[in-house]
Structures are given as C-alpha cells and as structure tokens.
C-alpha cells in the first residue's frame, strides 16, 4: 500500500511568538507547492495561536509538543486538548524523549495522551526509541517493543488509522548522529511487525512511521527512500525554512 509521507517539525523550545510568526509566514510561502506529502509544525504552546492564524487555509497544520489528557482542571502548568483544537490544534506529539528524560513521561502517561488526543480529533505522533547504552547492550527491540504495546494498550484498530509512530533513536536527537537509512529500516521494520501482530496486515501496511534524530537536508532522502519510513520528525533542521523545505522535497 503506498502511504503518504508525514514531514513534521519539531520546534522544541524555541522561537518566541513574534520569531514564530516569521518563520511559519516564511514556511507558507516555501511550502504551498508540495502537495504530496503532509506536513506538520509543532511550535511551543505559547506560539500556538499565531502560527495557526498564520496557516491557516495553508497545507501545513500545526500541532503541540504535548497535552494534557484531561479536559480541564487543577493541573497548574497544563494544557488540554479541547483548549488545543479550540486554538488550531490538529496533531500532538506525545511521548517524545525529552519529556519521557526531562518531565517524567511514561509509558502509561502516553497512553492516555493517546485516548485524549484520538477522543478530540486530534492525530497523535507516538515516539518512541532506545538510547545509546541500551543500543550497545543489544536490547533496541525489547524497548522499542515495551514502548509500543505499551503506549497502544486498548487502541482499536480504526483508532490505529489517526495514529503516527516516530522512531528516535535518543542517540541520534540533537547529536549529529544519525541512524544509518539500514538501521532505521530494522527497527521501522520491527514496529510495523509488531503493529501486524497486534492488529491486521491491513492496519500494519497503512500506519506511518516516521523516522527522527538529526535529519538534515543532505540525509533525509537515504532515510526517506527506505520502505518502511514513511517520513521524518525533524527537530534543529526544522528552524531554518531553508533545510525544512529541502526535507519535505526529499519526501516521496
Ligand atoms: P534533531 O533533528 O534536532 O536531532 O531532533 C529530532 C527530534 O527530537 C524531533 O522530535
């Protein structure tokens, strides 16, 4: 089954609203022709607002680095999805490593972004990935398998339909360090094994997964053009307009 290449930015925490603003103007502008692929930024929550106001009617959605998963309440410093489509909203990033190192992310908190996100039509991207030591010790599949079945406990297979899965290698975020286009195949191989085991052949063939950690515009097509990645999370690459464009070219 072909499935459509999914290039998104990951912004992290950078560029302030204004800064935003500039950069998501300049990504209207450069990308409006590439409409083969879809193509998503993730701004912080603060700058939300206005890159949603900036794209909107565009080919680009904006999606957040994270959510809350309950509706509202007193959780100081959250943000809920309901506030999320409210404000544009399409698409979340959940479990990424650096909140699974940095905020305390599980497993189990990933999970539930995950009901909360699909329940409010919002299309959750799934990280997941094994850091350097736990490369070494030859256990990539067994984390990768852990954070899999553990963040799609209770997923049916329609819901599978509006899920992405990135792999990350946490050794290759932000390190210059990327997988080779081989040893991301293995592992994106693994993860739609591991979907078909859990699911339908069917629903194994049209989930996407795309691959993260140091993409550049001079690699991303060895990684893209491998049959099993279906796209690219793109962090630092993402803040020049340039080298995300030359990205999203490289998309098939
Ligand atoms: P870099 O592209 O900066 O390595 O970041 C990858 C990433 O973490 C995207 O979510």
């Known amino acids: 089954m072909a499935r459509r290449s999914f290039v998104a930015g990951n912004w992290k925490m950078n560029k302030t609203p204004s800064e935003s603003r500039t950069l998501a103007l300049d990504l209207r502008a450069r990308l409006e022709k590439y409409t083969k692929c879809d193509i998503a930024i993730f701004p912080t929550y603060l700058s939300v607002a206005v890159v949603s106001e900036v794209l909107k009617g565009s080919n680009i959605d904006v999606g957040t680095q994270n959510m809350h998963w309950e509706k509202f309440g007193a959780y100081t410093g959250a943000v809920s999805p309901q506030m999320l489509v409210d404000a544009?909203?399409?698409?979340?990033i959940v479990g990424h490593s650096e909140r699974r190192q940095y905020f305390g992310d599980n497993d189990e908190k990933v999970n539930?972004?995950?009901f909360a996100a699909l329940a409010?039509?919002?299309k959750p991207?799934?990280?997941v990935g094994e850091t350097k030591d736990q490369?070494?010790?030859?256990v990539t599949e067994d984390i990768i398998r852990t954070q899999v079945l553990g963040a799609l406990i209770g997923i049916t297979a329609e819901q599978m339909a509006g899920i992405t899965i990135a792999y990350e290698p946490v050794w290759a975020i932000g390190t210059g360090l990327t997988a080779t286009p081989a040893q991301a195949q293995d592992v994106h191989a693994f993860i739609r094994g591991l979907v078909r085991s859990l699911y339908t052949n069917e629903v194994a063939e049209a989930l996407?997964?795309?691959?993260?950690?140091?993409?550049?515009?001079?690699n991303a097509a060895s990684l893209l053009s491998q049959p099993?990645?279906?796209?690219a999370l793109v962090g630092g690459a993402s803040l020049v307009a340039a080298d995300f464009e030359a990205i999203v070219k490289a998309a098939k």
Request: aromatic content about 4%; charged content about 30%; some cysteine.
């Open 208 to 218: 996407r997964i795309q691959y993260g950690g140091s993409v550049k515009a001079d």
């Open 125 to 127: 991207i799934v990280c």
């Open 120 to 122: 409010h039509n919002i």
């Open 88 to 92: 544009g909203v399409r698409d979340v």
């Open 135 to 138: 490369r070494l010790a030859n």
């Open 112 to 114: 539930k972004r995950i």
């Open 228 to 231: 099993d990645i279906d796209g």
